[in-house]
């Protein structure tokens, strides 16, 4: 699986961006889609997933909606509410379908790029 995301950039505290994440080689349908961040010096963190349902960190429920498009099989992160502490490069995540929240960086065996999101004041 090939996993390119994209749709970072720079945005001021309380704004949207909405990231994609484009696979090839396999049917996201039959993968844990996933989204984690790391921000300068700390360690990559688990944002939000979805099987056949979808699962988020606490600091960001209510404000970012991980969906997919089988169809164009690409996935998505849509923030809104935007904080400068969202501010971190985003990585897209792909595995194998199971149970659990996804959560867990050992879920994933692909990973795409990663893009650049910072949230300025």
């Known amino acids: 699986v090939q996993l390119q995301a994209f749709g970072g950039g720079l945005v001021q505290a309380g704004g949207s961006l909405r990231l994609s994440c484009a696979a090839s080689?396999?049917?996201?349908?039959?993968?844990?889609m996933g989204w984690f961040r790391q921000a300068p010096g700390k360690e990559r963190e688990f944002v939000a997933a979805?099987?056949?349902?979808?699962y988020y960190a606490d600091s960001v429920k209510g404000r970012f909606t991980v969906s997919r498009d089988n169809v164009k099989n690409t996935a998505y992160l849509q923030m809104n509410s935007l904080k400068i502490e969202d501010t971190a490069v985003y990585y897209c995540?792909?595995?194998?379908?199971?149970?659990?929240?996804?959560?867990?960086?050992?879920?994933?065996?692909?990973w795409g790029q990663g893009t650049l999101v910072t949230v300025s004041s």
């Open positions: 995540a792909a595995g194998d379908l199971g149970p659990g929240t996804g959560a867990d960086l050992s879920m994933y065996g692909y």
């Open positions: 080689g396999r049917t996201l349908s039959r993968l844990r």
């Open positions: 979805i099987t056949w349902s979808d």
